[in-house]
């Protein structure tokens, strides 16, 4: 059972370059989100979907652009990257009734 | 609104002492609280929950946490720390019907020999 895979792990930007951060899951799940993650900030919500074709901004969405393709996939664009959007990028994936999420692995976006 | 205060940035015990980690959260709504580990370069790992019914949760690892309603709190504890158990951790908060999953700033636990 692969849960939440994300693609890719790693990644070096040069700044105004874009790039789409992939996330599928397997599980079913009808709400999946994408955070980023700093040192000392913890997680932040940049933008969820809590269904399919829905798509809500969540606590820093400036620079950033979702699409939830189908049930299974919710993707990332950076149009024009800066760098101040290196960080750690996290998706996740919950059931209707929110009683747990469960995490990709993360992708490592250095911007410079 | 909800928010999720973790006190303590890094937290270090010696090997075998007790854990504590602790955390409080604000909720207009009954809530959910969650405990995350996160080791390094790797995902966050579901520790255990509280949705409803018994206050004392049971997690993996030997963690366990309590939902006190009247302190809005939910510490992590756990009796005995393991190097192993050297990593971040975090809280975080929901509800039935939101939409969204607020996490606390995160604490790291240093266990040293």
């Known amino acids: 059972n692969a849960g939440v895979t994300q693609t890719p792990k790693f990644q070096v930007l040069k700044t105004g370059q874009s790039m789409t951060l992939q996330c599928a899951q397997d599980m079913n799940h009808n709400s999946m989100y994408w955070y980023r993650q700093d040192p000392g900030m913890g997680l932040r919500l940049i933008y969820y979907s809590a269904s399919e074709g829905t798509t809500d901004k969540g606590e820093v969405p400036n620079g950033y652009n979702v699409s939830r393709l189908n049930k299974r996939e919710f993707s990332l664009r950076l149009e024009s990257a800066a760098p101040s959007q290196t960080s750690v990028y996290f998706c996740?994936?919950?059931?209707?009734?929110?009683?747990?999420?469960?995490f990709g692995q993360g992708t490592r976006l250095t911007v410079v | 609104a909800q928010s999720v205060t973790q006190l303590g940035s890094h937290v270090s015990v010696s090997e075998g002492a007790l854990v504590l980690l602790r955390c409080n959260y604000s909720s207009s709504v009954p809530p959910y609280l969650f405990w995350y580990v996160q080791y390094p370069n790797q995902g966050l790992q579901l520790l255990l929950k509280y949705t409803t019914g018994a206050t004392l949760v049971k997690g993996i690892n030997g963690f366990e946490a309590e939902f006190k309603k009247s302190e809005t709190s939910f510490h992590l504890t756990k009796p005995s720390a393991h190097m192993s158990d050297a990593a971040e951790y975090f809280c975080?908060?929901?509800?039935?019907?939101?939409?969204?999953?607020?996490f606390g700033k995160g604490t790291m636990l240093l266990v040293s020999p």
């Open positions: 996740a994936s919950a059931d209707r009734r929110n009683t747990e999420a469960f």
């Open positions: 975080a908060v929901t509800s039935s019907g939101y939409s969204t999953l607020t």
